[in-house]
């Protein structure tokens, strides 16, 4: 009798356990998985029904603040530096890609001028070096904006690279009547707004000259001088020398 009193009592304990493990599984709270892939453990997972979803945390910057607080701080995209105007320092410069036509190609050109001179069409953008042949080798220029067109023939006085630059009286007054404010003097060099060659013009304050804003060829935005891509502002400065011809209609 006892014994079998014994055994009664194992069964019934063995079916509590079982009760009990079913009922705790059933409740389990569910896994959260890591975020490493890489995890042995994780890798074992293949082969099943259920796969495992792993969401990524984006990255922030925490800036402290004071004892306690943390501040995210979302960074601003990075914008590429743009190139300012020599003359309204600190607005920027309106950029576009030049026009093909405006690119230096060698054109049929019909005129009565020796081979060697300059001809500049102010009101189409174009600067022609006359050629043997009825030919011409064309550039496309920037030219005086409106009010300050001018016509006439005149010779290269003067050439010389990287140029200084001493904005005239005349215009650092009428810069400054609108805010700007011009130095005094520029040494030569990148930031110069004549660029990389200038060509004097008699006893005038005009030049043929580079410019550091490229974008300008084809534009009338200059206060009547003519300005070229630096690039070919050297190309025409070897090929002609002091004392050329230049015309400008």
């Known amino acids: ?3 079998q009193l014994v055994l009664a009592a194992a069964l019934f304990g063995i079916c ?3 009760a009990l493990a079913d009922d705790r599984y059933a409740t389990r709270p569910p896994v959260v998985l890591s975020p490493d892939l890489t995890a042995p453990w994780i ?3 293949g082969g099943g029904t259920v796969r495992p979803v792993v969401y990524q945390r984006p990255v922030v910057q ?3 603040r004071g004892l306690f607080q943390r501040r995210v701080i979302r960074q601003a995209p990075q914008v590429a530096p743009q190139t300012v105007s020599a003359i309204n320092p600190g607005i920027p410069a309106i950029r576009h890609p030049i ?3 405006f690119l230096p190609q060698i054109v049929d050109y019909d005129t009565q001028e ?11 953008r174009f600067l022609y070096l006359v050629m043997d042949g009825g030919k011409a080798r064309r550039y496309g220029v920037g030219v005086g904006k409106p009010g300050f067109e001018w016509a006439g023939a005149h010779k290269i006085t003067r050439k010389q690279e990287w140029p200084d630059w001493t904005p005239p009286s005349e215009m ?9 404010y011009l130095p005094a003097r520029m040494d030569g060099g990148a930031e110069n707004p004549l660029g990389a060659r200038a060509m004097y013009l008699g006893s005038t304050l005009y ?4 410019t550091n804003a490229p974008w300008s060829i084809g534009s009338a935005v200059s206060s009547g001088c003519i300005r070229l891509r630096n690039e070919d502002v050297v190309d025409l400065y070897d090929r002609v020398r002091v004392g050329t011809r230049v015309v400008v209609t």
């Open 1 to 3: 009798m006892m014994k």
């Open 16 to 18: 509590s356990t079982a």
């Open 43 to 45: 890798n074992q997972l």
């Open 62 to 64: 925490l800036q402290q």
């Open 99 to 101: 026009e093909p036509q």
């Open 114 to 124: 020796k081979p060697g001179t300059i001809v500049i069409d102010t009101n189409n």
């Open 172 to 180: 650092i007054s009428r810069e400054a009547a609108k805010g700007h």
């Open 207 to 210: 030049r043929i000259h580079g």
